[in-house]
């Protein structure tokens, strides 16, 4: 079998024409003048056509890495969408993947070899040349991760997707790489990945200069699993080939970016991107009313129609995401397989739903959106039954209750999670309605919260989700469940056992009954709880025309369209 992905419409990303993004009609209720003013901290420049050219985004929290090598999380990665590309990219407005610095591929009929016909002419920012030398540097250099690199605190995407390092090949996917020439490289799977071509278009798995990360000491990483501490190339110095090049960043206050002259794709409007970092939803609402900023992400729920109302445009997303409340099975009661379930029983999903996350939100009963192969109808659901929970709490010998610690995030925003306070609030009180004493544990969301929950013992039950990354099933229940790993503490042979089967099945025909009697498998065994798959909001000043709204936030700005 051989599949070919070829470009169409002419190149993307430079090439991407961006897609219209339907969003409700806006006034400008902003004085333009006073409004480019606050945006661009007086900095501002005005394109040919009399644009504002400085787009001023505001960010929930700062990026964990520069390095999308070493980053898992979503404001690391809107920042990594603008500094670097991969060899694969995503169809606009959706979540498959497409062409990029690969023009095209083919893959050999085993599926363990992928040659790609990569992009001529592209340079990185520091204009070296992007070639399938620097192809296979990269590709070595995460097989060749050591010591804290490999920690899921750091190299999360690398470990879960790829399983295995150059000391550990028996578990290992990746194989080798070989550069044909400087436009043609082959790259070689140890064992079958039916999703590897999709997996590429992740931001980890970008193209970044081989220079910039020898002269930084991209590999320096230091500290402990639990806390990493990372290069210096991850905390100041990225080069990739993307439209925006990497000026500076303030920690806490503001990471700025600027439009690349030797970028080989479509120029678009924007010189300067400002991301500021303000952590609290009703100050990044505040902030664009006041003309302070373009626009933000993750609008709360109770804010969008007022920003409507008030002129601001709303684009929302296709709801591609999981919220869950994550068990630690090293923590004895959570090991109890019906004190889960009691868990299960104790959460009324509508009403959290209702209280605290965005319209259009659905309920979940499994770990995949409806629209992702092997979602299951008839998996086992836990319909809100406190009475049921208390009953099994008792079975399990807590009839007199029991204590659990609660971890959740503080200053941070996520796509699966706007407000993350108010859903503590929310579940902490059905949860104690049957009997359950909580114990708030609130961290910082980065570095505290990642590391705490992701690598680390240090947790019991946890607010956590997930944005897929791309259309395959193994993203959600694969990533999550795949391997044994410090987020759930179990080891469940028989679960990875039937992921690294599936994942492996290179037929989507073959692979839906796989997937499908996973996600059944996985409902009975309840390592965590689905509650819900949000539909996250976008509001933006109404200068903005047109947004690249995506279901995977594959949204380079320079495809952003703007009126003033």
């Given at each position: 079998?051989?599949?070919?992905?070829?470009?169409s419409?002419?190149?993307?990303?430079g090439?991407?024409?961006a897609?219209?993004i339907?969003?409700?009609?806006?006034?400008?209720l902003?004085l333009?003048?006073?409004?480019?003013s606050?945006r661009?901290?007086?900095?501002d420049?005005?394109s040919?056509?009399?644009v504002n050219?400085?787009?001023?985004?505001?960010?929930?929290?700062?990026?964990?890495?520069?390095?999308?090598?070493y980053a898992?999380?979503g404001?690391?990665?809107?920042?990594s969408?603008?500094?670097?590309?991969?060899?694969?990219g995503?169809?606009p407005?959706?979540?498959?993947?497409a062409p990029?610095l690969?023009e095209?591929?083919e893959a050999?009929?085993?599926?363990?070899?992928?040659?790609f016909k990569?992009?001529e002419?592209?340079?990185f920012?520091d204009?070296?040349d992007f070639n399938?030398?620097a192809?296979?540097?990269?590709f070595d250099?995460?097989?060749n991760?050591?010591g804290v690199?490999?920690?899921?605190?750091?190299s999360?995407?690398?470990g879960?997707?790829?399983?295995g390092y150059?000391?550990?090949?028996?578990?290992?996917?990746?194989?080798?790489?070989?550069?044909?020439?400087d436009?043609?490289v082959?790259v070689?799977?140890?064992?079958?990945f039916?999703?590897?071509?999709a997996a590429?278009?992740?931001?980890?798995?970008?193209?970044?200069s081989p220079?910039?990360?020898?002269e930084?000491?991209?590999?320096e990483?230091?500290?402990s699993?639990?806390?990493?501490v990372?290069?210096?190339?991850?905390?100041?110095?990225?080069?990739?080939?993307?439209p925006?090049?990497?000026d500076s960043w303030?920690?806490g206050?503001?990471?700025?970016?600027?439009y690349?002259?030797?970028?080989?794709?479509?120029?678009g409007?924007?010189d300067k991107?400002?991301?500021?970092?303000?952590?609290?939803p009703?100050a990044?609402?505040q902030?664009l009313?006041?003309g302070?900023?373009d626009?933000?992400?993750?609008v709360?729920?109770?804010?969008?129609?007022?920003?409507?109302?008030a002129g601001f445009?709303i684009?929302?997303?296709d709801?591609?995401?999981?919220l869950y409340l994550?068990?630690?099975?090293?923590?004895?009661?959570?090991?109890d397989l019906?004190?889960r379930?009691?868990?299960?029983y104790?959460?009324d999903?509508?009403?959290?739903?209702?209280?605290?996350?965005?319209?259009?939100?659905?309920?979940?009963s499994q770990?995949?959106?409806?629209?992702?192969n092997?979602?299951?109808d008839?998996v086992?659901?836990y319909?809100?039954d406190?009475?049921?929970?208390k009953?099994?709490l008792?079975?399990?010998?807590y009839?007199?209750?029991?204590?659990l610690?609660f971890?959740?995030?503080?200053?941070?925003?996520?796509?699966?999670m706007?407000t993350?306070e108010?859903?503590?609030?929310?579940?902490s009180?059905q949860l104690?309605?049957?009997g359950?004493t909580?114990?708030?544990?609130?961290?910082?969301?980065?570095?505290?919260?990642l590391?705490?929950?992701?690598?680390s013992?240090?947790?019991g039950?946890?607010?956590?989700g997930?944005?897929?990354?791309?259309n395959?099933?193994d993203?959600?229940v694969?990533?999550?469940?795949?391997?044994?790993k410090?987020e759930?503490?179990?080891d469940?042979k028989?679960?990875f056992?039937k992921?690294?089967?599936?994942?492996?099945?290179?037929k989507?025909e073959?692979?839906?009954?796989?997937?499908e009697?996973?996600?059944?498998?996985?409902?009975?065994y309840v390592?965590?709880?689905?509650?819900a798959?949000?539909?996250?909001?976008?509001?933006?000043?109404?200068?903005v025309?047109?947004?690249p709204?995506s279901?995977?936030?594959?949204?380079?700005?320079n495809t952003?369209?703007?009126?003033e």
């Amino acid at each position: 079998m051989s599949f070919t992905g070829t470009t169409s419409g002419g190149p993307r990303r430079g090439r991407r024409t961006a897609a219209a993004i339907a969003g409700l009609a806006a006034g400008a209720l902003i004085l333009s003048g006073c409004a480019q003013s606050e945006r661009g901290g007086g900095t501002d420049a005005e394109s040919e056509g009399g644009v504002n050219s400085t787009f001023v985004f505001a960010a929930s929290s700062d990026p964990k890495s520069l390095d999308p090598a070493y980053a898992s999380d979503g404001e690391s990665f809107r920042v990594s969408r603008q500094i670097f590309e991969g060899l694969v990219g995503v169809e606009p407005g959706t979540a498959d993947p497409a062409p990029l610095l690969a023009e095209s591929w083919e893959a050999s009929d085993d599926g363990l070899s992928y040659t790609f016909k990569l992009k001529e002419g592209v340079k990185f920012h520091d204009d070296t040349d992007f070639n399938a030398e620097a192809v296979c540097f990269n590709f070595d250099r995460w097989y060749n991760f050591t010591g804290v690199q490999q920690s899921q605190a750091v190299s999360y995407y690398y470990g879960s997707l790829f399983k295995g390092y150059s000391d550990s090949p028996e578990t290992a996917v990746y194989d080798s790489c070989e550069a044909a020439s400087d436009t043609e490289v082959t790259v070689k799977l140890a064992k079958p990945f039916a999703g590897f071509i999709a997996a590429l278009s992740l931001p980890a798995f970008a193209m970044q200069s081989p220079k910039a990360m020898e002269e930084f000491k991209a590999d320096e990483v230091g500290g402990s699993a639990e806390a990493p501490v990372l290069s210096e190339y991850a905390e100041g110095h990225p080069v990739g080939t993307g439209p925006f090049k990497f000026d500076s960043w303030e920690a806490g206050q503001s990471l700025e970016l600027s439009y690349f002259d030797g970028y080989w794709g479509d120029r678009g409007q924007i010189d300067k991107i400002i991301f500021r970092i303000i952590d609290d939803p009703n100050a990044r609402r505040q902030a664009l009313e006041a003309g302070q900023i373009d626009g933000y992400d993750l609008v709360a729920p109770a804010d969008t129609q007022a920003l409507a109302d008030a002129g601001f445009k709303i684009v929302p997303r296709d709801p591609f995401t999981i919220l869950y409340l994550g068990l630690n099975q090293k923590v004895k009661p959570l090991s109890d397989l019906k004190v889960r379930q009691a868990l299960s029983y104790a959460i009324d999903k509508d009403a959290l739903v209702k209280q605290t996350l965005p319209e259009g939100t659905k309920v979940a009963s499994q770990f995949v959106p409806d629209m992702v192969n092997g979602y299951n109808d008839d998996v086992t659901t836990y319909a809100y039954d406190p009475a049921k929970a208390k009953e099994l709490l008792a079975e399990a010998g807590y009839a007199d209750g029991l204590e659990l610690q609660f971890n959740y995030p503080t200053g941070v925003s996520r796509p699966y999670m706007p407000t993350p306070e108010q859903v503590f609030t929310n579940l902490s009180a059905q949860l104690e309605e049957v009997g359950i004493t909580i114990k708030a544990q609130p961290d910082k969301w980065a570095p505290d919260y990642l590391d705490r929950v992701q690598a680390s013992e240090d947790h019991g039950i946890h607010l956590l989700g997930w944005t897929g990354d791309y259309n395959d099933t193994d993203n959600f229940v694969g990533v999550f469940f795949g391997q044994e790993k410090p987020e759930f503490g179990f080891d469940n042979k028989e679960l990875f056992d039937k992921l690294a089967e599936a994942r492996g099945t290179s037929k989507v025909e073959e692979q839906t009954p796989l997937y499908e009697e996973i996600n059944a498998d996985i409902a009975d065994y309840v390592p965590a709880i689905p509650l819900a798959h949000p539909a996250p909001s976008l509001a933006f000043a109404p200068r903005v025309e047109s947004y690249p709204a995506s279901p995977v936030n594959d949204e380079v700005f320079n495809t952003i369209k703007l009126t003033e």
